[in-house]
Nanobody, 124 residues
Framework: QVQLVESGGGVVQAGGSLRLSCSAS????????MGWFRQTPGKEREFVGS????????AYADSAKGRFTISRDNAKNTVYLQMNSLKPEDTAVYYC?????????????????WGQGTQVTVSS
C-alpha cells in the first residue's frame, strides 16, 4: 500500500507556471505507475498524465500535451507535474494516483491509491 500527499498548488496568473509534487510513503514507490488527474466542481475527475515506474515513458491528455510534463524521482519517492502556459481552464483540484504494474492507464478506476488533492487556480 502507498500513501500519497500532493503539494505545490496555488494561485497563478494565466501564462504562468506551477510545479506540483506528490510524495509517496512506502518502499515500493518505484514499482508503481503514477498518474495525475484533475477535477472541477460538478465534473468527473479527468486524466492529465501518467508515468511508468522507470520514468522514461509518459502519456498525456490532449489538454496537457506540450504544456505539462510529468517526471519522477524514485530515490525521493516523489512524482512531479510541471505545468507551464497555464490557462484559466486549468483551474481544478489536482490529484496524484498510483497503480500497481507497469502499464500506463488513463481511467480513474485503474488507480487504487489517491492523494487528497491540491487546488490550482489560474486567474485571467
Amino acid at each position: 500500500q502507498v500513501q500519497l500527499v500532493e503539494s505545490g498548488g496555488g494561485v497563478v496568473q494565466a501564462g504562468g507556471s506551477l510545479r506540483l509534487s506528490c510524495s509517496a510513503s512506502g518502499r515500493t514507490f518505484s514499482s508503481y505507475v503514477m498518474g495525475w488527474f484533475r477535477q472541477t466542481p460538478g465534473k468527473e475527475r479527468e486524466f492529465v498524465g501518467s508515468i511508468r515506474p522507470g520514468g522514461t515513458t509518459t502519456a498525456y491528455a490532449d489538454s496537457a500535451k506540450g504544456r505539462f510534463t510529468i517526471s519522477r524521482d524514485n530515490a525521493k519517492n516523489t512524482v512531479y507535474l510541471q505545468m507551464n502556459s497555464l490557462k484559466p481552464e486549468d483551474t481544478a483540484v489536482y490529484y496524484c494516483a498510483a497503480r500497481d504494474g507497469t502499464l500506463l492507464a488513463t481511467t480513474t478506476r485503474s488507480y487504487a491509491y489517491w492523494g487528497q488533492g491540491t487546488q490550482v487556480t489560474v486567474s485571467s
